[in-house]
Protein backbone atom coordinates (compact mmCIF):
# COMPACT_ATOMS: atom_id res chain seq x y z
CA UNK A 1 0.00 0.00 0.00
CA UNK A 2 0.87 3.31 -0.39
CA UNK A 3 -0.16 6.46 1.39
CA UNK A 4 -2.96 7.89 -0.30
CA UNK A 5 -4.73 4.23 -0.36
CA UNK A 6 -4.87 5.20 3.17
CA UNK A 7 -7.05 8.41 3.14
CA UNK A 8 -9.99 5.67 2.50
CA UNK A 9 -8.99 2.72 4.30
CA UNK A 10 -8.25 5.07 7.34
CA UNK A 11 -11.92 5.02 8.05
CA UNK A 12 -12.00 1.51 7.82
CA UNK A 13 -9.85 1.42 10.39
CA UNK A 14 -11.55 3.88 12.68
CA UNK A 15 -15.04 1.95 11.95
CA UNK A 16 -13.01 -1.27 13.08
CA UNK A 17 -11.62 0.66 16.29
CA UNK A 18 -8.20 1.74 15.29
CA UNK A 19 -6.54 4.74 15.02
CA UNK A 20 -3.56 5.21 11.91
CA UNK A 21 -0.80 8.08 12.10
CA UNK A 22 2.26 7.72 9.54
CA UNK A 23 5.80 8.80 10.04
CA UNK A 24 8.65 9.52 7.75
CA UNK A 25 12.11 11.38 8.26
CA UNK A 26 10.55 14.60 6.79
CA UNK A 27 9.99 17.91 8.97
CA UNK A 28 6.79 18.70 10.03
CA UNK A 29 6.67 21.81 7.50
CA UNK A 30 6.96 18.81 4.94
CA UNK A 31 4.52 16.71 6.50
CA UNK A 32 2.16 19.63 6.71
CA UNK A 33 2.02 20.33 2.68
CA UNK A 34 2.23 16.52 2.09
CA UNK A 35 -0.76 15.92 4.00
CA UNK A 36 -2.73 18.90 2.27
CA UNK A 37 -1.41 17.95 -0.97
CA UNK A 38 -2.96 14.55 -0.20
CA UNK A 39 -5.62 15.25 1.77
CA UNK A 40 -5.06 12.87 4.26
CA UNK A 41 -7.20 12.19 7.31
CA UNK A 42 -4.57 11.22 9.78
CA UNK A 43 -1.47 12.65 11.01
CA UNK A 44 1.74 12.41 10.07
CA UNK A 45 4.31 12.42 11.89
CA UNK A 46 7.93 13.88 11.84
CA UNK A 47 11.56 11.39 12.74
CA UNK A 48 14.16 13.93 11.39
CA UNK A 49 16.95 12.04 12.62
CA UNK A 50 15.44 8.11 11.96
CA UNK A 51 15.70 7.78 15.68
CA UNK A 52 12.09 6.39 16.17
CA UNK A 53 12.45 4.14 12.92
CA UNK A 54 16.01 2.46 14.60
CA UNK A 55 13.65 1.79 17.76
CA UNK A 56 10.90 -0.29 15.58
CA UNK A 57 14.22 -1.92 13.72
CA UNK A 58 13.28 -0.20 10.47
CA UNK A 59 16.16 1.39 9.58
CA UNK A 60 18.45 1.94 7.34
CA UNK A 61 21.34 3.95 5.80
CA UNK A 62 20.16 4.95 2.00
CA UNK A 63 22.35 4.91 -0.21
CA UNK A 64 24.12 6.50 -1.91
CA UNK A 65 22.41 9.90 -0.38
CA UNK A 66 23.21 8.72 3.43
CA UNK A 67 20.29 9.47 4.55
CA UNK A 68 18.92 7.86 7.47
CA UNK A 69 15.67 6.14 6.28
CA UNK A 70 12.98 3.89 7.56
CA UNK A 71 12.22 0.74 5.95
CA UNK A 72 8.48 0.93 4.90
CA UNK A 73 6.69 -0.87 7.42
CA UNK A 74 3.44 -1.44 9.63
CA UNK A 75 3.28 -1.59 13.46
CA UNK A 76 -0.40 -2.52 14.63
CA UNK A 77 -0.32 -1.16 18.64
CA UNK A 78 -2.51 -2.79 21.55
CA UNK A 79 -4.35 0.05 22.98
CA UNK A 80 -2.35 1.43 26.53
CA UNK A 81 -4.73 -0.57 29.21
CA UNK A 82 -4.07 -4.01 26.96
CA UNK A 83 0.18 -3.56 27.25
CA UNK A 84 0.68 -1.14 23.97
CA UNK A 85 2.17 -4.42 22.71
CA UNK A 86 3.13 -4.71 19.01
CA UNK A 87 0.47 -7.24 18.06
CA UNK A 88 1.20 -7.54 14.09
CA UNK A 89 4.56 -6.09 12.34
CA UNK A 90 5.38 -5.94 8.74
CA UNK A 91 8.31 -4.99 7.99
CA UNK A 92 9.68 -4.93 3.81
CA UNK A 93 13.29 -5.71 2.71
CA UNK A 94 12.94 -3.38 0.48
CA UNK A 95 10.66 -0.35 -0.43
CA UNK A 96 9.40 -2.27 -3.18
CA UNK A 97 7.96 -4.76 -0.58
CA UNK A 98 4.55 -3.27 0.67
CA UNK A 99 1.88 -5.22 2.37
CA UNK A 100 -1.43 -4.89 0.56
CA UNK A 101 -4.29 -2.97 2.20
CA UNK A 102 -6.32 -6.33 2.38
CA UNK A 103 -3.68 -7.99 3.85
CA UNK A 104 -3.52 -5.20 6.18
CA UNK A 105 -7.34 -5.22 6.97
CA UNK A 106 -7.46 -9.41 7.46
CA UNK A 107 -4.81 -8.12 10.55
CA UNK A 108 -6.78 -5.45 12.17
CA UNK A 109 -10.36 -7.67 11.88
CA UNK A 110 -8.25 -10.50 13.29
CA UNK A 111 -6.24 -8.60 16.24
CA UNK A 112 -9.93 -6.89 16.90
CA UNK A 113 -11.55 -10.06 17.69
CA UNK A 114 -13.78 -10.32 14.20
CA UNK A 115 -14.77 -13.73 13.68
CA UNK A 116 -16.97 -12.57 10.35
CA UNK A 117 -13.87 -10.83 8.33
CA UNK A 118 -14.36 -8.74 4.90
CA UNK A 119 -11.68 -7.72 2.67
CA UNK A 120 -12.10 -6.68 -0.67
CA UNK A 121 -9.51 -5.46 -3.22
CA UNK A 122 -9.27 -3.86 -5.97
CA UNK A 123 -7.76 -4.99 -9.12
CA UNK A 124 -7.17 -1.98 -11.33
CA UNK A 125 -7.58 -2.42 -15.23
CA UNK A 126 -4.54 -2.11 -16.73
CA UNK A 127 -5.60 0.81 -18.77
CA UNK A 128 -6.18 2.50 -15.50
CA UNK A 129 -2.51 1.46 -14.48
CA UNK A 130 -1.01 3.61 -17.25
CA UNK A 131 -3.49 6.50 -16.73
CA UNK A 132 -2.39 7.06 -13.19
CA UNK A 133 1.50 6.77 -14.08
CA UNK A 134 0.62 9.53 -16.77
CA UNK A 135 -1.59 11.64 -14.63
CA UNK A 136 1.16 11.57 -11.78
CA UNK A 137 3.09 13.85 -14.10
CA UNK A 138 0.25 15.39 -15.38
CA UNK A 139 -2.68 15.87 -13.18
CA UNK A 140 -5.91 16.99 -14.98
CA UNK A 141 -7.82 19.43 -12.71
CA UNK A 142 -9.39 18.25 -9.61
CA UNK A 143 -6.77 15.12 -8.89
CA UNK A 144 -4.78 15.66 -6.04
CA UNK A 145 -1.59 18.10 -7.48
CA UNK A 146 1.91 16.32 -8.00
CA UNK A 147 5.04 16.95 -5.37
CA UNK A 148 6.63 20.54 -5.90
CA UNK A 149 8.21 20.44 -9.69
CA UNK A 150 11.64 20.60 -7.29
CA UNK A 151 10.71 16.76 -6.12
CA UNK A 152 9.44 15.43 -9.79
CA UNK A 153 12.63 14.85 -11.21
CA UNK A 154 13.01 11.69 -13.57
CA UNK A 155 13.96 9.03 -11.40
CA UNK A 156 11.04 9.78 -9.25
CA UNK A 157 8.21 9.35 -11.86
CA UNK A 158 10.04 6.02 -13.14
CA UNK A 159 9.73 4.94 -9.19
CA UNK A 160 6.40 5.54 -9.37
CA UNK A 161 5.88 4.08 -12.53
CA UNK A 162 7.17 1.06 -10.97
CA UNK A 163 5.26 1.10 -7.86
CA UNK A 164 1.66 2.04 -9.63
CA UNK A 165 2.53 -1.40 -11.69
CA UNK A 166 4.27 -3.40 -9.02
CA UNK A 167 1.07 -3.02 -6.84
CA UNK A 168 -1.59 -3.60 -9.40
CA UNK A 169 0.28 -6.42 -9.53
CA UNK A 170 0.30 -7.15 -5.68
CA UNK A 171 -3.26 -7.26 -6.03
CA UNK A 172 -3.64 -10.32 -8.89
CA UNK A 173 -1.92 -11.70 -5.92
CA UNK A 174 -3.86 -10.85 -3.64
CA UNK A 175 -7.08 -11.91 -4.96
CA UNK A 176 -4.99 -15.36 -6.22
CA UNK A 177 -3.74 -15.40 -1.77
CA UNK A 178 -7.47 -15.02 -0.59
CA UNK A 179 -8.73 -17.41 -2.77
CA UNK A 180 -6.07 -20.38 -1.74
CA UNK A 181 -6.41 -18.98 1.87
CA UNK A 182 -9.91 -20.21 2.05
CA UNK A 183 -11.60 -16.84 1.63
CA UNK A 184 -15.15 -17.09 -0.10
CA UNK A 185 -15.24 -14.67 -3.45
CA UNK A 186 -18.91 -13.00 -2.69
CA UNK A 187 -19.08 -10.50 -5.14
CA UNK A 188 -16.67 -8.72 -7.56
CA UNK A 189 -18.32 -5.57 -9.42
CA UNK A 190 -16.55 -2.85 -11.27
CA UNK A 191 -14.86 0.09 -9.31
CA UNK A 192 -15.77 3.49 -10.15
CA UNK A 193 -13.98 6.85 -9.93
CA UNK A 194 -16.78 8.97 -10.69
CA UNK A 195 -18.12 7.68 -14.19
CA UNK A 196 -14.84 5.69 -15.19
CA UNK A 197 -14.52 2.23 -14.62
CA UNK A 198 -10.85 1.81 -13.57
CA UNK A 199 -11.02 -2.09 -12.45
CA UNK A 200 -13.17 -4.70 -11.04
CA UNK A 201 -13.64 -4.91 -6.94
CA UNK A 202 -13.29 -8.45 -5.10
CA UNK A 203 -14.85 -8.84 -2.20
CA UNK A 204 -14.20 -11.93 -0.02
CA UNK A 205 -15.73 -13.17 3.48
CA UNK A 206 -14.35 -15.71 6.03
CA UNK A 207 -15.44 -17.02 9.40
CA UNK A 208 -12.00 -17.01 11.60
CA UNK A 209 -13.95 -18.57 14.60
CA UNK A 210 -11.29 -20.48 15.30
CA UNK A 211 -8.43 -18.66 14.56
CA UNK A 212 -9.62 -15.92 16.36
CA UNK A 213 -10.56 -18.24 19.52
CA UNK A 214 -6.59 -18.40 19.97
CA UNK A 215 -6.24 -14.64 20.36
CA UNK A 216 -4.51 -13.61 23.92
CA UNK A 217 -5.60 -10.27 23.51
CA UNK A 218 -9.30 -10.60 22.61
CA UNK A 219 -11.61 -8.07 25.00
CA UNK B 1 -7.39 -18.84 -11.64
CA UNK B 2 -3.79 -20.07 -13.04
CA UNK B 3 -1.03 -18.13 -14.03
CA UNK B 4 2.71 -17.57 -12.33
CA UNK B 5 3.04 -13.85 -11.43
CA UNK B 6 5.87 -12.75 -12.23
CA UNK B 7 8.30 -9.46 -11.56
CA UNK B 8 6.04 -9.03 -8.84
CA UNK B 9 7.27 -7.64 -5.50
CA UNK B 10 7.59 -11.18 -3.95
CA UNK B 11 5.08 -12.44 -1.53
CA UNK B 12 5.15 -10.81 2.10
CA UNK B 13 8.16 -11.88 3.50
CA UNK B 14 8.26 -12.08 7.81
CA UNK B 15 9.56 -9.04 9.44
CA UNK B 16 12.41 -11.61 11.01
CA UNK B 17 13.88 -11.55 7.00
CA UNK B 18 15.64 -9.12 7.20
CA UNK B 19 19.49 -9.74 7.88
CA UNK B 20 20.26 -8.28 11.72
CA UNK B 21 16.55 -7.48 13.05
CA UNK B 22 14.98 -8.97 15.95
CA UNK B 23 11.00 -9.03 15.73
CA UNK B 24 9.50 -6.43 18.14
CA UNK B 25 5.92 -8.56 17.93
CA UNK B 26 5.03 -9.31 21.28
CA UNK B 27 6.71 -7.06 22.74
CA UNK B 28 5.92 -3.35 24.25
CA UNK B 29 5.90 -1.11 21.56
CA UNK B 30 9.24 1.45 22.02
CA UNK B 31 7.86 4.97 23.46
CA UNK B 32 8.33 7.71 21.41
CA UNK B 33 8.00 11.30 21.09
CA UNK B 34 7.23 12.73 17.63
CA UNK B 35 6.33 16.59 16.49
CA UNK B 36 2.90 16.42 14.36
CA UNK B 37 2.45 18.87 11.39
CA UNK B 38 1.87 21.92 13.55
CA UNK B 39 5.34 21.14 15.48
CA UNK B 40 3.26 19.57 18.70
CA UNK B 41 4.75 16.73 20.38
CA UNK B 42 3.10 13.74 19.79
CA UNK B 43 3.99 10.54 22.40
CA UNK B 44 2.65 6.76 21.91
CA UNK B 45 1.46 6.76 25.00
CA UNK B 46 -1.00 9.68 24.11
CA UNK B 47 -1.99 7.94 21.16
CA UNK B 48 -3.08 4.88 22.40
CA UNK B 49 -4.31 5.86 25.49
CA UNK B 50 -7.64 5.15 24.00
CA UNK B 51 -7.56 2.75 20.82
CA UNK B 52 -5.01 0.66 19.72
CA UNK B 53 -3.05 2.13 16.85
CA UNK B 54 -1.81 1.70 13.19
CA UNK B 55 2.21 3.13 12.77
CA UNK B 56 3.00 3.41 9.22
CA UNK B 57 6.81 4.35 8.38
CA UNK B 58 5.95 5.41 4.61
CA UNK B 59 7.95 6.46 1.53
CA UNK B 60 6.74 7.75 -1.62
CA UNK B 61 4.78 11.43 -1.28
CA UNK B 62 1.82 9.67 -3.27
Given at each position: ????????FYWEARGLGIDIVGAANDTP?????????????????????????????????????????????????????????????????????????????????????????????????????????????????GLYRTPPAEELNESVVLVYR?????????????????????????????????????????????????????????? | ??????????????????????????????????????????????????????????????
Amino acid sequence: MYLSQLRQFYWEARGLGIDIVGAANDTPETNKELRERLDLPFTLLSDPEGEIAKLYGAFHKDEPSGRNIARVSVFLIEQADAGGRIAWEYVGPTARHRVALSRLSEEIQTFMGHTRQVVSVVVPSPWQVERTIREFQNPPLGLYRTPPAEELNESVVLVYRDYTRELAMLSHAEVHRLANEGWRLVNAVPEFEGDVAIGQRHVFERDNSRSVSNQEDSP
Amino acid sequence: MSGRMTGIAPHLPGPNEIEGRSPLLGGVAPEFQMRDEEGNFVTLRRLIRQRPLLLYFYRGGW
